[in-house]
């Protein structure tokens, strides 16, 4: 169950199984991998409470309620983008992703949480929704249905 370090200079972790299983299931697309590997980096807890990379710039005085929305940890977020550009630097075969398009995994994968999509998580306020979390095995599609939330039937 040995750990593998994504870069050297950044105490980010995942397992051995976590990679393989990441890389696998990737089909050689540099979005794909960075959306394994944030689901493993991050907790859902951390995205869910996050304002993601913190780019969108909010009023203060909104008058939102709830906690204090953080930027996800920039350290981890700085890991994964230049690892994803390292390994699809390194491997020619994988599909490289633009700025805008890592940006776009990563609120992607707030939104998820904010919406309890991702599988395994237990949401204490009973406003879990599970479609989709009964096939741990094929996520994509959880992914890729987006909005869609089968309200519309």
């Known amino acids: 169950q040995g750990s593998k370090q994504l870069l050297n200079n950044y105490p980010v ?25 944030i689901r493993f980096v991050f907790t859902t807890d951390e995205l869910k409470y996050s304002c993601g990379l913190g780019k969108r710039k909010r009023s203060v005085q909104s008058g939102e309620t709830g906690p204090e929305r953080r930027p996800l940890d920039p350290v981890k977020v700085t890991c994964l983008r230049e690892f994803i550009r390292m390994h699809c630097t390194s491997n020619p075969d994988w599909w490289m992703p633009s700025e805008e398009q890592i940006n776009k ?33 094929s996520q994509d599609e959880v992914f890729n249905r987006g909005m869609q939330d089968g309200s519309g039937d």
């Open 13 to 37: 972790y995942i397992t051995s199984k976590q990679w393989d299983e990441a890389v696998n299931s990737s089909k050689k697309d540099g979005r794909r991998l960075l959306r394994y590997l």
């Open 105 to 137: 995994v990563f609120s992607d994968a707030v939104g998820h949480a904010r919406q309890g999509r991702a599988v395994g998580t237990f949401l204490h306020n009973g406003t879990s929704y599970y479609e989709g979390a009964e096939h741990p095995g």
